[in-house]
């Protein structure tokens, strides 16, 4: 079955260094979303992406979509302690999503 | 924040008893979703609703059965708790589904903490 790998798990920061985390599948993907969950919270929509080798950028935050559409990684310049939770993929396949297990970011003022 | 309301917020049972939890929605959304979500696994679908009365099964439906008889609710049952039904339930929301190539946004809830004893 369809299975969505989300590396590293764990991401401890300094302010201000960059971050990234990947998604991986084991499939053929449609479309890729992303979201965010701060601690405590809801997960929250961030963007979606549907074409072979999209990049897309909200501010500091770069979303690319790869060639195969098989993974997707989500880049973070010069963290802010407002990064701070989990982010998650979610890829959907033939008529299933599979959201990843996410990568909790940590940001240390 | 979209008007998805859920209830209870927390709840504490015993193993075999029923639990029901409600989803509901103000946005006249035709998609209705409830998730679970565990430590190391994510979120995991248990089902989904694409209008009144027509729902199905997600990848982990077994132990859970849901109803839809209005636009704006969704409930999920527990027919019988048992422990390994202690999670964090999400519902979410969408304006049409998942095979929408639009940037059409999912909407989550406030989530329900249920503990089973």
């Known amino acids: 079955g369809q299975q969505v790998m989300q590396i590293p798990q764990y991401q401890h920061v300094q302010e201000g260094e960059d971050f990234t985390t990947y998604c991986n599948s084991s499939?053929?993907?449609?479309?890729i979303q992303w979201y965010k969950q701060r601690p405590g919270g809801h997960p929250v929509f961030l963007i979606q992406?549907?074409?072979?080798?999209e990049v897309k950028k909200q501010k500091r935050l770069t979303f690319q979509f790869g060639e195969a559409k098989k993974n997707s990684s989500l880049h973070i310049t010069a963290t802010q302690t407002t990064d701070v939770g989990t982010y998650f993929c979610?890829?959907?396949?033939?008529?299933?999503?599979?959201f990843g297990t996410g990568t909790k970011l940590q940001v240390i003022p | 924040d979209a008007g998805i309301t859920q209830s209870p917020r927390h709840k504490v049972t015993e193993t075999g008893t029923p639990v029901t939890l409600r989803c509901h929605q103000t946005e006249n959304h035709r998609y209705m979703y409830w998730y679970r979500q565990d430590p190391g696994h994510g979120l995991r679908l248990i089902h989904y609703?694409?209008?009144?009365?027509?729902?199905d099964k997600g990848e982990v439906s077994d132990g859970y059965s849901v109803s839809r008889s209005k636009t704006e609710d969704f409930l999920l049952t527990l027919e019988s708790a048992t422990s390994s039904q202690t999670s964090v339930y999400f519902c979410?929301?969408?304006?049409?589904?998942?095979?929408?190539?639009?940037?059409?946004?999912?909407?989550f809830g406030p989530g329900t903490r249920l503990t089973v004893l």
């Open positions: 979410a929301i969408s304006e049409s589904g998942w095979s929408a190539i639009s940037t059409d946004t999912q909407y």
């Open positions: 609703s694409y209008g009144v009365k027509d729902t």
């Open positions: 979610a890829g959907e396949g033939y008529q299933k999503v599979t």
């Open positions: 499939t053929t993907l449609s479309n």
């Open positions: 992406l549907v074409k072979s080798g």
